[in-house]
């Protein structure tokens, strides 16, 4: 509808609407700055501190000239529970009346035009019956129970003075949309000069540039108005509350959110233009509960010419569509990441120009359980952590993946199937870098093996006094690697049980943890002295024994080491060094056995009660069947490699 058309169905008093709906927007303004004072004095009169906010700020920024308001904070006390004293409070009741009545101005001017005159009649009624509610003010005290009434954003708690503001600031939003006197750049205006063109047309651009990226969502309708010399640009971006550039010289933002997380987001990223944002004003009144608890901030940038004015203006016009159902993003991807994790996503998405709305329009969350339900034994159930199966590193790549694929796929024009199939692929992708991850593991536990067998070889090859002291040590430190061995299995199990076809893994590590379980046994004989602390000597073909499954230990660590590289039309070294390893742990497992036969010999022949020959006997059996476990480990992780790595 044309502006003419628009002033026919109104008729003459029409003309004046755009003056009235200017004055009704920084009405919005002073009432939400009324209410959020009373709700900053009441909480600063419960807990007095030296640097609580005093809105000064707020208050020009909406046309309030009385300075006398910004001490209201600091000289506000409590009396008693839940009632205060308030300077200036009956002023403030006065401002608020009379922003209700500026709001009320253009829709009781359009009421049988534009809007049902019945229905004004309502809200003008429902006014009457909250600002008649309100007690009388008598000494500036005001209890704890009206600022409540005055101040609650929850339906649920009553209707009150707060959810009528934001139920006028609608209608007035919509009022302004349908009497626009222009478009500029995709933006309804009016009342707007010449110079606001540029201001207006950048912020635009930058909207415009990232709007795509808001899929269906209905949100992104910008409003541009000029009242005396003050540019006021608003932007809808849905649920959460609108957002207004107040521009006289510099350009002022006042941020609004009852999300603390979402609120440092917006400032970091925006934080390249140079905005300098006063100090975070949080709002809430004792006894309130946790719900009407908000934020507010005002940022303000000093541009150096109207160039930076207007770069500033574009990158926060680019900003604003992932602000869109920002909380529920992080919500959704705390429950596959940490909260913590799920916010850096959310950046890397906005700062690429991504943004979450594609991967919540997808299915959020439950994109990615779907994805599961195909790719593992058991899939993950609502609040159990992606991370924790593919690990935080893995885990947040992955799903930077899925954030961008689902934004760029659905911007692009790509089926939905496609888009789902991609991030499935995807998936899989991740479960064969979680068993080169299972590779490691084993390979971390083999390195223990290692270490159990090193420490008792050294242990039985030295003799002496100094000799029992090192079979004590390398006793209590076999444990404690017999300990983190353990650490290593049940991670690699809970691993396994929940991702297809790498149970192998778990069959390998549980085998080889029988080498771990030997050698500790093993370092615990050799501590013990037969009798009751007398010295002895290790026989030789023992000492030797020792020797060759530290062998064993270390071919099996380099098979593991080796195994994550070798694949099919991969590189020859891994696959010969990996084979070469395997291989020796074959040779090693056949020569232990002839070795035990020889510390058999040995100990029959040494002239030794039978306390010692047990003790060695058992040392040697323990020694024996830990290279047996090693070699059955590497010749499964062999078949494995040569069976389904190399021919899958």
């Not at 009373?38 to 700020?57: D, H, I, K, Y």
Request: hydrophobic share 45%.
């Amino acid at each position: 509808m044309t502006k003419t058309r628009i002033v026919e169905a109104l008729g003459e008093n029409g003309l004046v609407l755009p003056a009235l709906l200017n004055a009704a927007i920084l009405a919005n303004e002073r009432a939400k700055y009324v209410l959020a004072l009373f709700q900053v004095a009441a909480g600063n009169a419960e807990n007095p501190s030296a640097g609580a906010p005093n809105l000064r700020a707020e208050r020009e920024a909406c046309g309030i000239t009385d300075g006398r308001l910004d001490r209201v904070v600091a000289r506000s006390e409590a009396l008693g529970p839940g009632v205060y004293h308030i300077p200036e409070a009956a002023h403030l009741i006065a401002i608020l009346s009379a922003s209700l009545e500026t709001m009320f101005a253009p829709l009781a001017l359009t009421a049988g035009g534009f809007f049902d005159e019945t229905a004004v009649d309502v809200r003008m009624e429902r006014k009457k019956r909250l600002l008649d509610a309100i007690p009388p003010i008598d000494g500036d005290i005001v209890s704890g129970e009206t600022i409540a009434a005055l101040t609650s954003g929850r339906p649920a708690a009553g209707d009150g003075v707060h959810l009528l503001v934001m139920d006028l600031h609608k209608e007035i939003s919509r009022l302004q949309a349908l009497i626009a006197e222009e478009e500029i750049a995709g933006a309804r205006a009016y009342g707007i000069t010449t110079a606001d063109r540029p201001l207006i047309e950048a912020f635009m651009a930058g909207v415009q540039r990232t709007a795509p990226m808001k899929f269906d969502h209905p949100g992104l309708v910008t409003t541009a108005a000029r009242s005396g010399d003050t540019l006021l640009i608003q932007n809808d971006i849905g649920a959460t509350e609108a957002h207004v550039i107040v521009l006289r010289g510099t350009a002022a933002l006042t941020y609004t959110d009852v999300h603390a997380q979402r609120l440092r987001f917006f400032q970091n990223a925006v934080a390249t233009t140079g905005i300098v944002w006063e100090d975070l004003h949080s709002r809430q009144v004792s006894g309130l509960g946790k719900e009407d608890l908000f934020y507010v901030t005002v940022g303000r940038i000093a541009a150096a010419d109207d160039a930076g004015l207007r770069a500033f203006l574009e990158r926060l016009g680019s900003r604003i569509v992932f602000l869109i159902d920002w909380n529920r993003a992080r919500k959704r991807l705390g429950l596959l990441v940490p909260n913590a994790l799920a916010v850096d996503l959310l950046n890397w998405a906005a700062e690429h120009n991504l943004g979450h709305r594609g991967f919540l329009q997808l299915g959020g969350e439950r994109l990615i359980y779907d994805a599961l339900e195909q790719a593992v034994r058991t899939p993950l159930r609502y609040g159990e952590k992606l991370h924790e199966m593919l690990g935080a590193e893995a885990a947040c790549d992955y799903l930077r993946f899925v954030l961008e694929t689902a934004a760029k796929g659905l911007r692009d024009g790509r089926s939905e199937m496609l888009i789902r199939d991609q991030i499935r692929a995807e998936l899989f992708n991740h479960f064969h870098s979680a068993e080169q991850r299972l590779l490691a593991e084993g390979g971390r536990h083999a390195a223990i093996i290692v270490r159990l067998a090193n420490g008792l070889r050294g242990a039985l090859q030295q003799g002496g006094a100094s000799g029992s002291n090192r079979r004590a040590e390398s006793a209590q430190l076999a444990k404690q690697l017999e300990s983190e061995a353990d650490e290593v299995v049940k991670s690699i199990r809970a691993t396994a049980q929940r991702i297809a076809g790498t149970e192998i893994f778990r069959r390998i590590v549980e085998i080889a943890d029988d080498a771990a379980d030997h050698l500790e046994d093993a370092a615990f004989l050799a501590a013990v002295s037969p009798d009751g602390g007398a010295v002895y000597q290790v026989p030789a073909p023992l000492a030797g024994l020792a020797d060759l499954v530290l062998e064993g230990a270390q071919s099996l660590r380099r098979a593991m080491a080796a195994a994550p590289e070798v694949h099919r039309g991969g590189s020859r070294e891994p696959m010969c060094n990996f084979l070469e390893a395997a291989d020796r742990l074959v040779t090693v497992e056949h020569q232990t056995d002839a070795r035990e036969r020889d510390v058999t010999v040995a100990l029959i022949a040494s002239p030794i009660d039978s306390r010692q020959l047990h003790l060695f006997g058992e040392i040697a059996r323990h020694l024996e069947e830990a290279a047996d476990a090693m070699l059955r480990a590497g010749l499964m992780l062999r078949d494995h490699i040569m069976g389904n790595v190399m021919f899958e």
